[in-house]
């Protein structure tokens, strides 16, 4: 069974550190790993796509990491502000396939 | 319109009632997708469509849900004899291509139900 397991399941932080959030996926064969941020009351929004052949990309303040071999991806976050309080996503996909699977999500709080 | 586009924003109703959910996609995307997210819970996969057709209702919790999707573009989700465990957000999501062709999902703000 495909399953997409993050952690840590919540993250308090103060403004100005940085962090570390962690997915690890069973989904195989694999197409692409992406990294969806959602604010409280809103929907997901994408941050990055890895793809087989990436190792780091970044977005901002946001670099996602994926270590294929492991089926292990990171998202790290720089200099947190109050605003990257949030639920992160990681959503992993098989090729050609309609839908993904989907992780519960880490819940980051940054605090002044 | 620019985003996807979800009615109402707020349900509530009492058990036993009908309620319909609809999504207006962004347009010319052809992918579809109904999510379900309970309070502090993560995303559960109800249905996608590709066009009008519906190649995975897996995700359906039973017979009281069902959905369609008419023209290639607007979906309403239909809850029949809506009980209390249905209350949750009801997120729908449309994307250019398929997830497992890179295909971003984009998000509305969701549907959040209330059965009293």
């Known amino acids: 069974k495909n399953q997409v397991e993050q952690s840590p399941q919540s993250l308090i932080i103060l403004e100005g550190k940085n962090c570390t959030l962690q997915?690890?996926?069973?989904?195989?064969?694999?197409?692409?790993l992406r990294w969806y941020k959602q604010d409280t009351g809103r929907g997901p929004v994408s941050l990055t796509i890895?793809?087989?052949?990436?190792n780091t990309k970044s977005n901002g303040r946001y670099t996602a990491t994926l270590d294929a071999d492991t089926k292990q991806s990171s998202l790290h976050i720089t200099a947190s502000q109050l605003s990257d309080s949030a639920s992160y996503i990681c959503?992993?996909?098989?090729?050609?396939?309609?839908?993904?699977?989907f992780g519960d999500g880490t819940t980051l709080t940054v605090k002044p | 319109g620019a985003g996807v586009s979800q009615s109402p924003s707020n349900k509530v109703t009492e058990k036993g009632k009908d309620v319909e959910l609809r999504c207006d996609p962004i347009s010319g995307h052809t992918a579809l997708y109904w999510y379900r997210q309970s309070l502090g819970q993560g995303l559960e996969f109800l249905i996608y469509f590709q066009g009008n057709s519906a190649p995975d209702k897996s995700g359906l919790p039973s017979d009281r849900f069902s959905a369609e999707r008419t023209g290639g573009s607007v979906s309403t989700l239909t809850i029949q004899r809506t009980q209390q465990e249905d209350s949750a957000v009801y997120l729908c999501?449309?994307?250019?291509?398929?997830?497992?062709?890179?295909?971003?999902?984009?998000f509305g703000e969701g549907s959040r139900l209330t059965v009293l």
């Open positions: 959503v992993v996909s098989a090729p050609n396939a309609g839908k993904s699977t």
């Open positions: 890895m793809t087989f052949s990436e």
């Open positions: 997915c690890n996926y069973t989904v195989s064969p694999f197409s692409n």
């Open positions: 999501a449309s994307s250019l291509v398929l997830a497992g062709r890179t295909g971003e999902l984009f």
